[in-house]
């Protein structure tokens, strides 16, 4: 096995009223866990591919050999997203919610202006993923902050970019608890996120 679950640092509980213990559950023991599962499948027989780290594998994915790359691109990338998914996220009141902090705090205000400008623009980003994928605030190659959107399960690190936060809008992350009412998800998403914690994959880049 080269990839395993990273258990959660919380209960599946821990981030109610904003995202249910249920969807939490089969969030990351199912679907985090395929993920996994077809990934490790696809690396199986592929040693150097095994000795790089998913980072790379991501970053490179067009040198992944063109058998497995879709596969590779799919659940590698799922694999990744949720990893990062799980750490931003912390229960609300605690560690989650808030304001940025920090160097993250600093560089949103430069870019975006203000805090309420900068959540406005990932809000709308999110909504308007057609289908499933992810919003994201990645830090480009000139070291400044952005938001994008991935489709599906690529990950920014495929385009370059090095994600320190990002929103999962696929129907699994909110469906039983909000239904089509994806805005509403995207608004209370924002009391459980961990703001240290993005500053810390903040500094992990940027240094
Ligand atoms: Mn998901």
């Known amino acids: ?3 395993t679950l990273p258990p959660l640092t919380y209960g599946f509980g821990a981030l109610e009223p904003y995202i249910d213990a249920q969807t939490m559950e089969i969030h990351h023991d ?21 000795n790089k780290s998913l980072e790379e594998i991501l970053t490179d994915i067009n040198f992944v050999p063109e ?12 694999t990744y997203n949720h990893n990062l998914f799980w750490q931003i996220m912390a229960p609300a009141g605690k560690l989650g919610g ?3 902090v920090g160097k993250t705090a600093r560089l949103i205000k430069e870019k975006f202006e203000n805090f309420e400008n900068f959540q406005h623009i990932f809000n709308n980003t999110a909504k308007s993923v057609f289908g499933s994928g992810w919003a994201w605030l990645v830090i480009n190659q000139f070291g400044h902050l ?3 959107a991935t ?3 690529d990950c920014p690190l495929m385009f370059g970019l090095k994600p320190i936060l990002g929103l999962d809008v696929w129907e699994h992350a ?3 608890q909000y239904q089509n009412k994806r805005p509403d998800y995207i608004s209370a998403w924002w009391h459980v996120v961990n703001w240290q914690q993005v500053e810390a994959n903040l500094h992990a880049i940027l240094g």
Do not use: C, E, F, W
């Open 151 to 153: 489709p599906n399960q």
């Open 30 to 50: 199912r679907h985090h866990q395929a993920y996994i599962t077809n990934l490790n499948a696809a690396l199986k027989d592929h040693l150097g591919l095994q």
């Open 174 to 176: 909110y469906y039983l």
């Open 67 to 78: 058998s497995i790359r879709l596969t590779v691109r799919n659940h590698g990338g799922g």
């Open 1 to 3: 096995m080269l990839y």
């Open 98 to 100: 808030g304001l940025p």
């Open 146 to 148: 952005q938001v994008m």
